[in-house]
T-cell receptor, first 115, second 113 residues
Framework: DAKTTQPPSMDCAEGRAANLPCNHS???????VYWYRQIHSQGPQYIIH???NNETNEMASLIITEDRKSSTLILPHATLRDTAVYYC????????????????FGQGTILTVHP | GAGVSQSPRYKVTKRGQDVALRCDPI?????LYWYRQALGQGPEFLTY????????KSGLPNDRFSAERPEGSISTLTIQRTEQRDSAMYRC???????????FGQGTRLTVV
């Protein structure tokens, strides 16, 4: 079962920032925060990940709270092509006990970007 | 190859038949994963390999499902005696060793009639 919780859906106007929240209530010290998205029927696409510092790449920014219990994915200038299901995942690297290596997807947030 | 390649893209089979789904991961990727995705749901983990070793098969639903990766590259997911409830999108993914930066293929849409 997924360990993270996300709102089921969000809307955003094209050109505006989309801020997608995620709660990581049971995240442990050896787990990273990963974000993926899935556009229509395509395979999931990696977006960004972090441990405890804020991260930025060409796709998005990731804000992780100091206690690591929540994170926010920011798409700074959303476009229509960003309409997708967005998943946040707690990912355990090897050495962290059992159940490492695999991604556990929840229901995700359906982001709809409007013209 | 440039990405994770799966074949066939679509498979329709009769109930009771065996099917084999193939995955060709990104060249050099050590870890290979199989997921199953029902309509409207997130992908569900089935099994994964590092090189040719099956690290975790806890997600395989029952003993009709099996997977192999004999030479540490191409993998085959086999479903024996298919049932209608096996109908789903089956997705393969690969990554560098045990990393969360995983690349997914386009999937195989399996329909059991």
């Amino acid at each position: 079962d997924a360990k993270t919780t996300q709102p089921p859906s969000m809307d955003c106007a094209e050109g505006r920032a989309a801020n997608l929240p995620c709660n990581h209530s049971t995240i442990s010290g050896n787990e990273y925060v990963y974000w993926y998205r899935q556009i229509h029927s395509q395979g999931p696409q990696y977006i960004i990940h972090g441990l405890k510092n804020n991260e930025t790449n060409e796709m998005a920014s990731l804000i992780i709270t100091e206690d690591r219990k929540s994170s926010t994915l920011i798409l700074p200038h959303a476009t229509l092509r960003d309409t997708a299901v967005y998943y946040c995942i707690d990912f355990r690297l090897p050495g962290g006990g059992t159940s490492y290596g695999k991604l556990t997807f929840g229901q995700g947030t359906i982001l709809t970007v409007h013209p | 190859g440039a990405g994770v390649s799966q074949s066939p893209r679509y498979k329709v089979t009769k109930r009771g038949q065996d099917v084999a789904l193939r995955c060709d991961p990104i060249s050099g990727h050590v870890s290979l994963y199989w997921y199953r995705q029902a309509l409207g749901q997130g992908p569900e983990f089935l099994t994964y390999f590092n090189y040719e070793a099956q690290q975790d098969k806890s997600g395989l639903p029952n003993d009709r499902f099996s997977a192999e990766r004999p030479e540490g590259s191409i993998s085959t997911l086999t479903i024996q005696r298919t049932e209608q409830r096996d109908s789903a999108m089956y997705r393969c993914a690969s990554s560098p060793l045990d990393r969360g930066t995983t690349f997914f293929g386009q999937g195989t849409r399996l329909t059991v009639v």
